[in-house]
């Protein structure tokens, strides 16, 4: 049974990073709340952990965040993740790959306009929602950054479903 803090329904506030620091406590994940309306999260993943970060923007009443892969694409391959990108977004319904040019960092971006009230599972959702799709392609950037694959090649062999068990 979930505690009444990350059971929370329909809560009315001027700033969902309150809940999701609630729902991110109850993860026991690393975090570090930077000021009243951002937050970053280290995320457990299969992969890598993954850096989740989130903006809270009152004026558009919308909620920014990304979840950044641990991997550094070096300058030398960058057109060819841009590629990448290119055909990785083309199958997203919702959020897209970029990457933080500055660091070389590839990661899931998404902006959400909030309803007047929401609650911890729509912030779980939106946070499922970004580590499963960097999970699902996180070896199609290994492939191209670390194993000199095309895009192609990339996606169509990253999404290769196992038959059976070793």
Known sequence: ????????????????ID??????????????????????????????????FFAWSEDLNALHFSCALDMR?????????????????????MGHFAIWVEEGIPMFRHTVRLPDRFDSELIGE???????????????FQFVIWGGRNAEDAIASSLLDTVGEA
């Not at 049974?1 to 969902?16: C, D, E, G, H, Y």
């Open 19 to 52: 809940l999701i620091e609630e729902v991110i406590a109850g993860k026991e994940w690393i975090y570090d709340r930077r000021c009243e309306t951002e937050l970053a999260v280290e995320s457990p993943g299969t992969w890598c952990d993954y850096g989740m």
């Open 126 to 140: 939106l946070m499922d929602l970004a580590i499963a799709e960097c999970e699902r392609y996180y070896p199609a």
């Open 73 to 93: 694409v070096q300058s030398k391959l960058m057109g060819h993740v841009y590629e990448l990108l290119a055909k990785l977004n083309e199958r997203l319904w």
């Open 1 to 16: 049974m979930q505690s009444a803090t990350l059971r929370r329904s329909a809560t009315r506030t001027s700033n969902p």
